[in-house]
């Protein structure tokens, strides 16, 4: 039910004629102890789903305000055991679908099989590891088989032709289509092969595409929106809560309800 959620979640708000708005924060940063009120206000904002980062020492993909947040969730002692305890005491209050973004070692290190059996227990929706390519999740989809956990890929804008097919078509949940060659944050504008890279994309799954990297502003979100079924913003929305400047989220939440263009 969790995997349909995510997926339903997404087509629901589609239908309506908005975008699906993904928020990213990172588990730990600020305390573990605010991983409830940020989730909590996130999803009164209106958030589609709400993506869970796992603070990593080695990040692949991470810019700076995420590694920064990283650094300081690793700081106050926040672990993967951790955070899914943390998850456990308030997750039936949360009704958006919860993704949890991490790399691979932490899995590893919990242990696949156990972990998978977590994220089932804790109705977790979905899990997206950057650093695991097509390939190399033979494993992981084994352990989540029996589960009802999306494995969400990504799809970068250099990936040639024949493997975003191979992706689009085991994906599970949505899509992430990356919209930069290159790590998140702000970005003051994106190259001009996304539309059509989208347009590929859009046409080649059957299941919603979302843009992601580098969408920091609440303009951005619209013309990121206009391009696929739904934006996902990290680092806009991890400063914000740092900075206590809750009002720019819901501004960027708020840009996603928009009628779609047919």
Do not use: W
Request: aromatic share 6%; net charge negative.
């Amino acid at each position: 039910m969790a995997k349909a959620k995510l997926l339903n979640a997404i087509q629901s708000v589609n239908s309506q004629g908005d975008k699906a708005f993904v928020a990213y924060i990172m588990a730990g940063d600020d305390g573990l102890e605010t991983l409830k009120s940020k989730i909590l206000f996130l999803q009164a904002a209106g958030v589609t789903a709400i993506e869970l980062g796992i603070p990593f020492s080695d990040p692949v993909a991470d810019g700076p305000t995420i590694q920064q947040a990283g650094e300081r969730a690793l700081a106050n002692g926040t672990t993967l055991r951790l955070i899914m305890q943390e998850i456990e005491t308030f997750y039936k209050e949360v009704s958006v679908p919860l993704v949890l973004m991490t790399y691979y070692n932490p899995l590893l290190s919990y242990g696949l099989e156990q972990f998978a059996q977590a994220c089932d227990k804790l109705g977790i929706a979905g899990l997206i590891v950057p650093d695991l390519p097509v390939e190399e999740t033979v494993e992981l989809h084994k352990v989540l088989a029996d589960t009802d956990v999306a494995l969400v890929p990504l799809v970068s804008l250099t990936s040639p032709p024949e493997r975003i097919a191979k992706i689009t078509s085991s994906g599970e949940g949505f899509i992430y289509a990356v919209t930069v060659n290159g790590i998140t944050g702000v970005r003051d504008g994106f190259g001009k092969q996304l539309e059509q890279h989208f347009t590929n994309l859009l046409e080649q799954s059957n299941i919603p595409v979302l843009a992601g990297f580098g969408i920091s502003t609440p303009e951005q979100v619209k013309s990121m929106g206009a391009l696929a079924d739904g934006v996902i913003v990290g680092s806009a929305i991890v400063d914000a809560f740092h900075q206590n400047e809750l009002e720019k989220i819901t501004a960027l939440i708020q840009a996603a309800k928009m009628k779609v263009v047919n």
